[in-house]
């Protein structure tokens, strides 16, 4: 027997059921551990309560809370079972909502603790990838950088084993134009969300790509531009939902905040290093990084020479031609510099006019014959400012560090005496430190 609710919630009508067992409703997501209790208890003639989830007539899954209760006719033997059902689908949809929404809000709030706690970007994005997971299970999924046309992967995380090995997971840059899903979003500034991806025309597989079939992006936008993109994937058909796309884009938002951060710190950090008129290292930045260098010249047992630059009879310059004119001489005359001596070389803007080059494992020989080439950089070509050719010339000291001046102080004090000596022998010249 079953009555007309168990017809309208099962969509079995009653000559469908009689005859058959409950197993017609098992919608195979619960385990035969359940049912064995199940059969147990009301075998034993106890009374079993509990929440099955079971699939319709149609396919589709419902909630009920069963309470079944054992029979037994008046010599006490089992005869039948009685069980009473509520269809509790709501009530379950409702839980599982706003326990979804509480493991968001604490992804979210973990993120954002993070996000306060480092400035580090890879820390970030990291952290970003595993609290989406907890929310949005995925096979693989990545942050990627927008720059100009190009879009570059910066950070990703993968489950899947095809994932892993895949060329979708490599450094590559793509074409926003040749992605159409890009174009969309760049333009929408909405996430997208391609359920199937065999099915729809706006995704271009690429070999690599291929075990790809359900998909999200979401933008990452900083001041209402679109600076990169937040995907997850997965290799199941109809893994991902619209309620999935939602949350994502909430992700997207902390990896752009993380992103603005960064760059903050970047463009503080340069500022705190770099002089702003020259573009060069500034004094304080030097003297840090000259004393990672020596230290590293001690322990290899290596040598290091120091330049010491000035530019002669500045004053005049900026008396007959203006201060902007003597500000772009100091410009040109730093780029000259930079450009004549080897990457390794550090080159600051000591102070004023004064340069400063530290080049390690270079020998006064060959630091003398470096600042040849930086003399002849400056004094062989005019700067031009408009119509108007400014000539300059270049005096330079030169030390190396020896048992006696080991220390970068000392080493800058024979550099800077050479450099005078330069000065009084005539300037536009090279001279180097010997000890007396």
């Not at 319709?56 to 006719?73: C, N």
Request: glycine share 6%.
């Amino acid at each position: 027997y079953a009555n007309p609710k168990f017809v309208e919630v099962s969509g079995y009508s009653l000559s469908e059921v009689i005859g058959k067992t409950p197993r017609i409703l098992r919608s195979g997501e619960h385990g035969l551990e359940l049912y064995r209790n199940l059969w147990q208890t009301i075998k034993a003639g106890q009374v079993w309560k509990g929440e099955v989830h079971n699939r319709r007539k149609d396919g589709t899954l419902y909630w009920e809370d069963s309470t079944i209760t054992p029979v037994f006719d008046s010599e006490h033997k089992l005869v039948n079972f009685i069980a009473i059902k509520e269809d509790i689908t709501t009530r379950k949809e409702l839980e599982d909502a706003e326990r979804d929404q509480r493991k968001l809000a604490e992804a979210l709030r973990d993120t954002s603790t993070a996000l306060n706690s480092t400035l580090n970007l890879d820390e970030v994005l990291d952290r970003v990838l595993e609290n989406i997971e907890k929310v949005t299970p995925f096979d693989a999924a990545m942050v990627l950088m927008i720059k100009g046309h190009a879009v570059q992967k910066i950070r990703q995380s993968n489950n899947l084993e095809k994932a892993i090995h895949s060329g979708v997971t490599g450094n590559t840059q793509a074409n926003l134009i040749n992605v159409p899903i890009l174009q969309e979003m760049r333009e929408t500034r909405q996430p997208c969300l391609i359920p199937d991806t065999q099915g729809d025309p706006r995704w271009r597989a690429v070999p690599e790509m291929g075990w790809i079939r359900s998909f999200i992006s979401a933008p990452v936008m900083i001041r209402g531009q679109v600076v990169g993109i937040l995907n997850v994937l997965s290799g199941t058909r109809g893994f991902f939902t619209q309620a999935h796309a939602e949350r994502l884009l909430a992700f997207a938002s902390q990896v752009a905040v993380a992103m603005e951060n960064a760059q903050l710190f970047e463009r503080v950090h340069h500022l705190s290093v770099t002089d702003s008129l020259t573009e060069l290292m500034n004094r304080r930045h030097f003297f840090e990084v000259s004393k990672i260098e020596l230290e590293r010249t001690h322990r290899y047992h290596r040598t290091l020479s120091v330049m010491m630059i000035d530019i002669d009879h500045f004053k005049t310059i900026n008396d007959t031609h203006g201060h902007a004119t003597g500000d772009l001489a100091l410009r040109e005359v730093a780029g000259r510099i930079k450009h004549s001596v080897r990457a390794i070389d550090v080159v600051a803007r000591y102070g004023g006019e004064e340069f400063i080059v530290l080049m390690p494992e270079t020998t006064i020989q060959e630091a003398c014959q470096v600042a040849e080439r930086v003399r002849k950089s400056v004094s062989d070509d005019p700067i031009e400012d408009n119509s108007v050719e400014v000539w300059a010339t270049l005096s330079i000291g030169v030390a190396e560090m020896d048992g006696q001046n080991s220390d970068i102080d000392r080493i800058i004090r024979y550099a800077d005496q050479a450099l005078y000596a330069a000065k009084a022998a005539g300037r536009n010249r090279v001279e180097s430190y010997r000890n007396p």
